[in-house]
């Protein structure tokens, strides 16, 4: 079929009834534009072929489905946000663990002006009092055996508050044992020091370069754990006469004995320690026993 198009007074074709289409959808020609295909009857376009209203009507079909998604897929976010805050809601009130439980207040403390309310978190399924069955804390009742709930609950609670005394009593020992084993490991440091300072003046004295007037200021400064030898006999070790040397060496004797009663008092306190440690639970009984090998026939401490 062959089309004439007149638009502003001017004619136009022949077209085809496609290439009409397409000029119409470019905006070459307007519905609004007259066209004749009998050679005869002017017509308008939109009367002829309603291509753009056909082709606006997609669209608008088109936009329709668009927003369509978008309202579907905003209710699903609002959605999610009202059963998200639902879920935080139930959380703030209900416990915050995988399990469930239930906040229930126990006794207040004072705190200067201020009252703090204990939390007891209780799971949401609690033994029985009575039968020990399983039941939730949400039924008046059990229902296994009838026994009332609030028994049920009273004992629990009751069951919380003597695992968290527990808790808070073995805290206290803890800290004990560090301040215990921090002391310690300064007393075994300090007489390590002084042992050290001790065979270094001794060694001096026996070999001449140290005098007495210079031992006696280097043991008053150094002797804190145990008793060193003191200069009394007028003369230095390395003496002529055999008295003051056999003097000197009864007192470094005397000392080596004050050390040796020092080091197993260490050694005894490092034992009591270490047990202390494996009551706390700061160490396993492997690790207990195998350090207790270790320090059965020495002292036990690292310089």
């Known amino acids: 079929m062959q089309i004439y198009v007149s638009k502003d007074g001017q004619q136009y074709g022949p077209y085809s009834s496609e290439t009409l289409k397409q000029c119409v959808k470019a905006g070459s020609f307007s519905e609004n534009d007259y066209a004749c295909y009998d050679g005869q009857n002017w017509i308008l376009i939109s009367e002829l072929y309603p291509i753009s209203s056909r082709e606006s009507g997609g669209e608008e079909q088109k ?11 905003v209710q699903w976010l609002v959605f999610g946000v009202m059963c998200y805050g639902v879920y935080l809601g139930y959380d703030h009130f209900f416990g915050d663990n995988d399990s469930g439980e239930v906040s229930f207040s126990s006794d207040s403390e004072t705190l200067g ?31 296994q055996c009838g026994h009332p709930i609030e028994d049920s ?31 310690l490991r300064e007393a075994l440091k300090s007489f390590a020091d002084e042992k050290d ?13 140290m005098g007495v007037g210079t031992y006696e200021g280097y043991r008053k400064r150094n002797e804190k754990h145990f008793r060193w030898p003191e200069y009394t006999s007028g003369k230095s ?9 056999n003097e000197w060496e009864k ?39 195998m350090r207790l090998n270790e320090t059965a026939m020495k002292l036990g401490y690292q310089k």
């Open 63 to 73: 936009k329709t489905e668009d927003v369509s998604i978008v309202q579907v897929l």
């Open 197 to 209: 300072a001790y065979e270094h003046a001794k060694s001096r004295l026996q070999d001449g370069t």
């Open 237 to 245: 070790y390395p003496d002529s006469y055999g008295r003051v040397k």
């Open 113 to 143: 002006n201020d009252v703090v309310e204990k939390k007891l978190k209780i799971p949401l399924a609690i033994p029985c009092v009575a039968c020990k069955a399983k039941i939730s804390t949400k039924v008046e009742s059990c229902l």
């Open 251 to 289: 007192k470094f004797s005397k000392t080596q004995e004050f050390i040796n009663e020092k080091e197993g008092k260490l050694n005894t306190e490092f034992v009591r320690i270490l047990k202390r440690q494996h009551e706390v639970g700061l160490i396993t009984s492997e690790e207990y026993l």
């Open 153 to 183: 609950l009273n004992a629990y609670k009751n069951y919380l508050s003597s695992e968290k005394e527990k808790a808070a009593k073995k805290e206290e020992e803890t800290q004990k044992v560090y301040k215990e084993m921090e002391s």
